[in-house]
């Protein structure tokens, strides 16, 4: 066994949050008068935190003042709604208890505002992560590596023993900036055939494939 560590991304990797990071878009749009975006829009938005997302579904042209009160607006009702319709994708749980018996550390890196990896870490995966990191103040967000050697000093593994888990591009660039190897999932809001033209080196494409990968590598 390869690996002393296992970083995951969170939204589309080991949760399917999009439905609530829907829900949670378009009531803060509503709230200021803007248009609606639809489900493919917002799943393009994602990956780069919750400030990038409303920037990318305001209008173009919109001031920064009104893309303040919509990003308040969406971290106000997603702060009491971030857990209403997201679930774990299958066999999620039982994968991350199947690599910590074998002695493999987990943790998250989001670039999810920190409350909400938090909330949703303890909700969904109580003791299955050694440590869970989101966006703070201060603190550069992925792709810069930042977050993922916080989370390797707190674990006391040196990244020569680490790979980092996502679905996205930002992913795969946080994972080369770190100088660690990564494994790009095909069932997040990416898919496979993005994942390969953004050079994706290995790809799980079930929660199977990707416990194997991480178990035999």
Request: aromatic fraction near 8%; charged fraction near 25%.
């Amino acid at each position: 066994m390869k690996y002393s560590a296992a970083i995951f991304d969170m939204d589309g990797t080991i949760l399917n949050t999009l439905d609530d990071l829907e829900c949670a878009t378009n009531y803060a749009l509503a709230e200021n008068n803007l248009p609606q975006r639809t489900t493919d829009e917002v799943r393009g938005f994602v990956g780069n935190g919750v400030r990038r997302l409303i920037e990318r579904a305001v209008p173009d042209g919109t001031p920064v003042s009104l893309v303040d009160a919509v990003y308040a607006d969406f971290s106000s009702y997603y702060e009491k709604h971030c857990a209403d319709k997201t679930k774990p994708y299958g066999g999620m749980n039982e994968m991350l208890a199947s690599v910590r018996a074998e002695g493999i550390k987990t943790a998250v890196v989001s670039n999810k505002d920190d409350y909400a990896v938090q909330t949703l870490a303890r909700v969904y995966f109580p003791a299955l992560f050694d440590a869970v990191v989101g966006v703070r103040e201060g603190i550069k967000r992925k792709p810069a590596p930042d977050t993922v050697f916080e989370v390797m000093n707190r674990l006391g593994v040196p990244k020569e023993q680490c790979i980092y888990i996502g679905d996205s591009e930002v992913d795969i660039e946080t994972a080369r900036n770190a100088d660690i190897p990564c494994i790009s999932v095909s069932w997040g809001f990416k898919g496979r055939k993005f994942l390969e033209e953004h050079d994706a080196l290995k790809i799980a494409d079930t929660v199977s494939g990707l416990t194997d990968l991480l178990m035999t590598e």
